[in-house]
């Protein structure tokens, strides 16, 4: 009994942690930000692609707000040209932990290496062949072209 309290106290810790985490709201503003700076775009672009009642000022009030009405989500993702759950349903916390959790070392990372079907030396080796042969044939035609001019 004596080991067992100490553990169940730190399993309702973790336990009221990872609901906390679960209950945390999803910031549709930030995960519309996120996405438009993912793609390399700017406040103003994004106004522009979209109707002409939007401004850059417009925007950066969207992307303050907590939640934002599905009408203007699926406007906002048709202009994105992501899918309206990804604004929905992104967690950057989440996607960190499954990122750190699934890559432990490099050995994962190169897994798809691992195994070559083909040796990389040999393709050097035969892509420098048709250079040469192609570098012959022009050496060719300009001797040939050059006898034919005398």
Known sequence: ???????????????KHYIAIIEKKIHHGKNIGRFRQMLGMKQD????IMDDDWTQMKISRLEGKEEIEDGILD???????IPVDAIKNFYEEAA????????????????????CSFNPVDKVIE????????EKEKTDLMKEILHKMK
Request: charged residues 20%; without cysteine.
């Open 1 to 15: 009994m004596f080991i067992l309290v100490p553990f169940l106290h730190f399993f309702s810790l973790v336990k």
């Open 45 to 48: 672009l994004l106004a522009s």
């Open 75 to 81: 406007e906002v993702a048709r202009a994105l040209k």
């Open 96 to 115: 960190i932990n499954i990122v750190a959790n699934t890559f432990n070392d490099e050995a994962v990372a190169y897994v798809e290496n691992y195994k």
């Open 127 to 134: 892509l420098f062949e048709r250079l040469l042969a192609s």
